[in-house]
């Protein structure tokens, strides 16, 4: 049997998916023994050095470097599921930062032996530097998502999540405004305290960020009718994937997305986009006129958790990870 290793990266909600999933349901070892529990140093470093191939997520540190250059004689898999190449908006120190861990990215991509991504996008860029880029796609674990809605509440909940709640709603800042205002609508923001100084200006219920460990039972006991999912049209966000849309179908929360003029945001797969209602501009109108067919939000929510159990569910899907680490043994 194909013995695979998991280095971690830096930020614990992509180890989950990109690398947890995978590990927990192919048998596969890496830096958490347990969810959310690391290995020790010298646990990891023996179980690296038994391992057929290693998977590094999100090359950003140095001491990543060091791993890097330490299992070198391995099968070595690079991962990664977002860029940091010219991400809008960030400036100074940041943008220093950003410059740097692109850099890292760029020179480990091209030495690996294999590159996996999450999205079609993403895979064309790195495959400019890589001949050998695959598509493994995010996906969800049905036992981590347990619908248990509160039943009361009195007006229309709009969920503002995560990374949208940091800058991409800024687009539609009018509209959220306007939005706030209205008698029975309320605007539900998820999101790092930091970001709290943007939304000035729009009425809405603020929920600090939490661990991912927490994230499932706190976005359920948000009990959103809808989940907006506003991106602006850049480099950064055509790398993302659709995962808010595979989480929020879980808890059966109804999706409008964005949408690009070209077809090519991440919520405009043929197949996904049949379960959501994309919107390109005027987000007033679009979440307005949704609110006014309640039945139609739920029947398509039931519709898109079950499209997500059938396409994205690691229990099914687990194996294509398996299947490429196989190719490299040939």
């Given at each position: 049997m194909i013995k695979v290793y998991f280095n971690y990266g830096l930020y614990n909600g992509c180890n989950y998916v990109r690398l947890w999933l995978p590990q927990k349901h192919n048998g596969f070892n890496g830096d958490w023994k347990e969810i959310g529990k690391t290995r020790s140093p010298h646990e990891a470093a023996q179980l690296m050095a038994e391992s057929d191939v290693v998977v590094m997520h999100r090359l950003m540190t140095e001491n990543q470097a060091r791993v890097f250059s330490l299992v070198n004689k391995k099968k070595i898999v690079v991962d990664n599921d977002d860029t940091y190449k010219d991400p809008i908006g960030i400036k100074g120190r940041l943008r220093k930062f950003a410059n740097q861990i692109d850099n890292n990215l760029s020179k480990f991509i091209k030495r690996a032996d294999l590159v996996t991504v999450s999205t079609e996008f993403l895979k064309s860029e790195y495959e400019k530097i890589n001949?050998?880029?695959?598509?493994?796609?995010?996906?969800?674990?049905?036992?981590?998502?347990?619908?248990?809605?509160?039943l009361f509440k009195n007006k229309f909940r709009v969920g503002i999540?995560?990374?949208?709640?940091?800058?991409?709603?800024?687009?539609?800042y009018d509209d959220l405004k306007r939005l706030g205002e209205e008698k029975d609508v309320e605007i539900v923001v998820l999101g790092d305290k930091k970001e709290t100084a943007s939304w000035k200006g729009i009425k809405c219920e603020y929920h600090p960020y939490v661990s991912f460990e927490k994230y499932p039972k706190v976005l359920n006991d948000l009990n959103l009718d809808i989940m907006a999912i506003p991106r602006e049209d850049n480099y950064f966000n055509r790398c993302k994937s659709n995962l808010k849309f595979l989480e929020a179908s879980m808890l059966e929360i109804p999706v409008l997305a964005q949408g690009f003029s070209d077809g090519n945001s991440p919520y405009q797969?043929?197949?996904?986009?049949?379960?959501?209602?994309?919107?390109?501009?005027?987000?007033?109108?679009?979440?307005?006129q949704a609110k006014q067919d309640r039945e139609h939000l739920a029947k398509m929510a039931k519709?898109?958790?079950?499209?997500?159990?059938?396409?994205?569910?690691?229990?099914?899907?687990?194996k294509l990870w398996k299947i490429q680490y196989l190719k490299l043994m040939i």
């Open positions: 001949s050998n880029v695959v598509v493994l796609p995010n996906c969800v674990d049905p036992d981590d998502w347990q619908i248990n809605k509160p999540i995560g990374s949208v709640a940091y800058d991409d709603f800024k687009i539609c797969n043929p197949n996904d986009a049949q379960h959501m209602i994309i919107v390109y501009k005027n987000w007033y109108d679009a979440i307005m519709g898109a958790k079950q499209y997500v159990l059938e396409n994205y569910n690691i229990k099914t899907k687990a």
